[in-house]
């Protein structure tokens, strides 16, 4: 079994808290978003789509939410940074997708998967210099180096990788990027041109029906998605592993995150936070609110996350469940989350 370091919660006697707890949060009401039932208290938000299969984009507001976008995890493949100067590419790994770079340049003789490969995923802490793909392109004045190396995209299928797609990264100007990609076989080759859109983080391409461009709020639009993604979590040995989580990862432009343990959550106002440590890491808020204890997840509902907005705005906010309410038909469904919110 898998858990993180922070999944245990530290200590046993928090742990019996929290199993004790999780009659009481593990179902909701029908996912829907609850008025506030007196003026100035918190908001209830539970999500309605599932988090293993997509990814949620809210925006915090302080009398409600916006969800502003869902879309599948298989929506998209590559994102690619905007602004006159980007040039890095990220994956996406909330549909198991991993990176491989061969080392070669040579784009036709690469047919099958070389021996002693290593697949990669983002780091999912936002990182740019840790990305699967790496530095394949080194920006000049007069003009850009290029590693010309071929990129395997694949997934895994529990025993072996399988490649969709194997892709060279061309080019890249303060306009567009150029790729080239077909299968493993060299077949449905394909060059793409990815044009910059700077009222967006990155832009979200998907190999699929001849190259699209998937959609997604502008950058300063949304707080934080749901969605799963690859990270490292601990065995009960401590031992780091690859797995796949499923959490919140913040928008790291404008928006910023400050984790608490130390207050009750009902009672932090503004001034608590001041002089609180804020991160714009992806995964500041992450998985690490809910532990796997054998059959069910259990909430961490001592954990306070203190998140300030692009529209200047600053939330309290903590996590009180990670399932659907039973029906006549069906268990309890993980996946989940439900949340509460107010305004500081």
């Known amino acids: 079994m898998l858990i993180s370091s922070k999944h245990i919660f530290s200590q046993w006697p928090k742990i019996l808290l929290l199993a004790a707890a999780v009659a009481f949060v593990s179902c909701f009401k029908e996912d829907e978003q609850k008025e506030p ?3 100035g208290s918190e908001i209830t938000v539970a999500i309605q789509e599932n988090i293993y299969h997509s990814q949620v984009f809210v925006n915090l507001l302080p009398d409600s939410i916006e969800i502003l976008q ?14 006159v100067d980007g040039w890095h590419v990220t994956l996406n790994s909330s549909n198991f997708l991993r990176i491989a770079n061969t080392q070669i340049s040579d784009f036709d003789s690469v047919t099958t998967i070389p021996a002693e490969i290593r697949w990669r995923y983002d780091k999912s802490n936002g990182n740019l210099d840790s990305t699967a793909i790496g530095s394949w392109a080194a920006l000049g004045e007069t003009e850009n180096l290029y590693t010309n190396h071929v990129y395997l995209l694949g997934t895994f299928g529990g025993i072996n990788y399988s490649v969709y797609r194997k892709f060279m990264l061309l080019s890249v100007d303060e306009d567009k990027y150029v790729i080239r990609a077909a299968k493993l076989d ?5 060059q793409y041109e990815i044009l910059k859109d ?10 699929e ?24 979590v601990y ?24 984790e ?12 608590d936070v001041i002089d609180m440590e804020f991160s714009n890491e992806l995964d500041v808020i992450g998985a690490d609110w809910k532990a796997y204890i054998e059959p069910d997840y259990v909430i961490d509902t001592l954990v306070n996350y203190i998140i300030r907005d692009n529209d200047g705005l600053t939330y309290k906010l903590k996590f009180i469940g990670y399932y659907s309410e039973a ?7 993980r996946g989940y989350p439900t949340f509460e919110y107010k305004e500081l």
């Open 235 to 258: 065995t009960i040995d401590s031992v780091p592993t690859e797995y796949t989580v499923r959490g919140a990862l913040i928008n790291h432009t404008g928006v910023e995150v400050a």
């Open 70 to 83: 869902v879309n599948g995890n298989a929506d998209w493949h590559l994102g690619f940074e905007t602004g």
């Open 260 to 271: 608490d343990r130390s207050l009750y959550f009902r009672d932090i106002v503004a001034e």
């Open 198 to 207: 700077d009222d967006y983080n990155f832009i979200r391409f998907s190999f």
């Open 327 to 333: 029906t006549e038909d069906s268990p309890p469904e």
């Open 209 to 232: 029906n001849g190259g699209q461009i998937a959609e997604q709020p502008m950058k300063y639009d949304w707080d934080f998605m749901f969605s799963q993604y690859a990270s490292i």
């Open 37 to 39: 039932h007196t003026p």
């Open 186 to 190: 060299g077949s449905e080759e394909q």
